[in-house]
């Protein structure tokens, strides 16, 4: 009989408590969950304690309830969000802190000797991890690729597109300098170019036949020299 008794015993105690480990990050909620079945059972005390469990209730006891309404509560923060009346009974402690890390018991009394559910939690606060940024460096080309590569070739390329951005720039001087109110200067000074070719090729014509004519007369007045007058 000690055997049977034995191993009934250990299947109870296993069937009827559990252990579990949760980790919460400083200056948040943190819920340790706790639960049983309202429809097999119907709605339950319950209480939740600092400490494992003990044979009977809770070791200091931070929150309790009976027939679905909390009578017991040591501090603000020690909440039940969920619906009691739904077997939920998982406590959140808000705005957990360092000092809130350690065990914590829950039990749910079930009627009948042995039968009530135990859950021990074992909480570890930790600090929230805090992700470090990552800083690429790229590689700078003309043709806007960007591609993962060293300092020492990114110096290279800048020196490479500052040059392409000094042609880009004379570019567009040029095409600024060909604007509507550039071209209109450019006309003005092409016209008044020409009107000055034109009148140094009419000024130049003009010395040319006065040349000419004085080279007539004076051919005339050669030959009147030279032929002899009759008497």
């Known amino acids: 009989m000690r055997g ?17 480990k949760v980790t919460g990050f400083i200056g948040h909620n943190v819920t340790l969950p706790c639960s049983y079945d309202v429809r097999t059972y119907g709605v339950l005390s319950f209480c939740w304690g600092r400490g494992k469990v ?45 000092g809130d890390a350690g065990v914590y018991g829950c039990r749910v ?24 940024p990552v800083t690429p460096v790229y590689k700078l080309s003309t043709s806007d690729k960007i591609v993962t590569t060293s300092t020492s070739e990114l110096n290279v390329e ?10 880009v720039t004379k ?16 006309a003005a000074i092409f016209f008044f170019t020409l009107i000055i070719i034109l009148a140094f090729i009419f000024w130049r014509m003009f010395v ?14 050669n030959t009147y020299e030279s032929i002899p007058m009759s008497r």
């Open 171 to 186: 570019k567009e001087e040029f095409k600024a300098f060909l604007k509507v109110d550039n071209l209109g200067r450019m």
């Open 158 to 167: 800048v020196t490479d597109l500052t040059m392409d951005m000094n042609r």
């Open 109 to 132: 009394e079930i009627p009948g000797w042995f039968n009530d559910y135990k859950v021990n939690t074992y909480l570890s606060m930790e600090e929230e991890p805090v992700e470090k």
């Open 208 to 221: 040319s036949k006065e040349k000419l004519q004085h080279l007539d007369i004076s051919a005339v007045e």
């Open 4 to 20: 049977p008794s034995y191993f009934f015993l250990s299947v109870l105690v296993h069937v009827s408590s559990a252990t579990i």
């Open 54 to 98: 003990p044979t009977s209730k809770c070791s200091n006891t931070i929150l309790s309830s009976q027939d679905g309404v909390v009578d017991f509560r040591q501090s603000p923060r020690y909440q039940v969000l969920g619906r009691v009346t739904d077997g939920k009974v998982s406590l959140t402690v808000l705005n957990a802190q360092r």
